[in-house]
């Protein structure tokens, strides 16, 4: 089992609706939660990172975290085809020796049709 | 604002052939990770340096090493090539302290025929 699971998609919305990327993980430890998006053959771009329980909203993103269900989303409002991509969730452990790596999950095939 | 920088942005090599890749962190950044992403992939955590120090290793394999230089560059070398080295290679940079954040270059797409 990877320390990290999404669907791998692909999920496919209208444009103008909510897009809804969902992720679990299985690390209690990890303290940090991040959401990355990917175009094909480009890097990561990160978008949002949380690390408190409940809600963080910039623009049109809002990641949710829930720490007794070990479980992060992230909400696309308005979906606009340019968010067309695979959305990658990573997490952080919190102590340890490996404070500093990420781990990803498989990432999430989203496609916005017009 | 100034990103990560990564060189060459493609590298052909044959099998058993050596291969060096570097990366130029964001200005004032420490902290520089490398991260491997074979086709169809998620990105793998290879290896990391705090202040020109090893401060993580993952799945790096013993023909990789790597080193973060005085200005904070870092290169990974790679000996002995496999087919199965052919993969995206992405260098992160981040600022102590602020770890949380690790920003991605544009990667090196290493192919080995």
């Known amino acids: 089992q990877k320390e990290v699971e999404q669907n791998s998609g692909p999920l496919s919305v209208p444009e103008g609706a909510i897009a809804s990327l969902n992720c679990t993980y299985s690390?209690?430890?990890?303290?940090?939660f991040f959401w990355y998006r990917q175009y094909s053959g480009k890097s990561p771009e990160l978008i949002m990172f949380?690390?408190?329980?409940g809600d963080k909203e910039d623009g049109r993103f809002t990641a949710q975290l829930n720490k007794a269900s070990q479980y992060v989303s992230l909400l696309i409002r308005d979906s606009q085809p340019s968010d067309s991509a695979t959305y990658l969730c990573?997490?952080?452990?919190?102590?340890?020796?490996?404070?500093?790596?990420?781990?990803f999950g498989k990432g999430t095939l989203l496609t916005v049709n017009p | 604002a100034a990103g990560v920088i990564q060189s060459p942005r493609h590298l052909i090599k044959e099998k058993r052939e050596t291969a060096t890749l570097k990366c130029y962190p964001i200005?004032?950044?420490?902290?520089v990770y490398w991260y491997q992403q074979g086709p169809g992939q998620d990105p793998q955590f290879l290896i990391s340096?705090?202040?020109?120090?090893?401060?993580d290793k993952g799945s790096i394999p013993d023909r990789f090493s790597a080193q973060q230089f005085s200005d904070y560059h870092s290169e990974l070398n790679m000996s002995s090539l496999e087919l199965g080295d052919s993969a995206l290679y992405f260098c992160?940079?981040?600022?102590?302290?602020?770890?949380?954040?690790?920003?991605f270059g544009p990667g090196t797409r290493l192919t080995v025929l």
């Open positions: 992160a940079s981040s600022l102590s302290g602020r770890t949380l954040e690790q920003f």
């Open positions: 690390d209690r430890g990890s303290q940090s």
């Open positions: 949380i690390y408190s329980n």
């Open positions: 990573a997490s952080l452990p919190g102590s340890g020796g490996s404070n500093y790596k990420l781990t």
């Open positions: 200005p004032r950044h420490d902290t």
């Open positions: 340096f705090y202040e020109k120090m090893q401060s």
